[in-house]
């Protein structure tokens, strides 16, 4: 079946503008995550869903950075007034159930590597 | 907090050699681990995990890891690489300290196979 997708796969964008990543979240899958991926480095935890509320946003580095997913599938991620330290791939993640145990299986996207200029 | 380190940024084999991709983690109950693979354009793909029982798990592609409490570690290994096997390489625990649940990552081994 479909896998995690997300759109664009790549997005170049100047300082200070305001860019939309999307995930599309494997179908029936509850739980929704946010990670970014800077060079050299493992992904890190931003956001996550249950549902259709962020559960825990703990790891979103700012308020310029902001995540919805309104209807409990597709999420959008927000950052306003981009820095060139945004630069990073942005990986979202989605899992069956609600991942109350920790044993679920993340499967991850594809990424958009966003670059600021 | 738990943590997880990857020693090796970049191993080199030769194609059929034998790998082991060191992991090592910090956190103070039985963690959750993993190993994922990483392609280039591709999303992260689990190769394996292991929650409790045999420490011995066995993975996809031919892999396997060993979890090992008296030495931290959860080493990833495979008997005879093959160039398909050429990626970066992750290991990871989860934080069960939060209801996310969320995975903390190491900071990857890149692999590359000789032909």
């Known amino acids: 079946g479909a896998g995690v997708s997300q759109t664009p796969s790549n997005k170049v964008t100047e300082k200070g503008k305001y860019v939309e990543l999307r995930c599309d979240p494997i179908?029936?899958?509850?739980?929704l995550y946010w990670y970014r991926q800077s060079l050299g480095q493992g992904p890190e935890f931003l956001i996550y869903?249950?549902?259709?509320?962020?559960?825990?946003d703990s790891g979103l580095p700012n308020d310029r950075f902001f995540a919805v997913r309104p209807e409990g599938s597709v999420s959008t991620l927000k950052i306003q007034r981009t820095e060139r330290g945004d630069s990073a791939v942005y990986l979202c993640?989605?899992?069956?159930?609600?991942?109350?145990?920790?044993?679920?299986?993340?499967?991850f996207g594809p990424g958009t590597r966003l670059t600021v200029l | 907090a738990q943590s997880v380190t990857q020693p090796d940024i970049h191993i080199t084999v030769s194609e059929g050699a034998s790998l082991e991709l060191r992991c090592n983690y910090s956190y103070g109950a039985t963690p959750y681990l993993f190993w994922y693979v990483q392609s280039p354009g591709q999303g992260l793909q689990l190769l394996l995990k292991y929650f409790s029982g045999d420490t011995l798990v066995q993975g996809i592609k031919g892999f396997e890891a060993e979890f090992k409490r008296s030495q931290s570690s959860f080493n990833l290994r495979k008997p005879s690489v093959h160039w398909s096997d050429a990626a970066e390489y992750f290991c990871a625990v989860v934080d069960l300290s939060g209801s996310a649940r969320q995975l903390t990552f190491g900071s990857g081994t890149q692999l590359t196979v000789l032909p």
């Open positions: 179908s029936g899958h509850t739980a």
């Open positions: 993640a989605s899992s069956l159930t609600p991942s109350g145990s920790g044993t679920d299986t993340q499967y």
């Open positions: 869903f249950q549902g259709t509320g962020a559960a825990d």
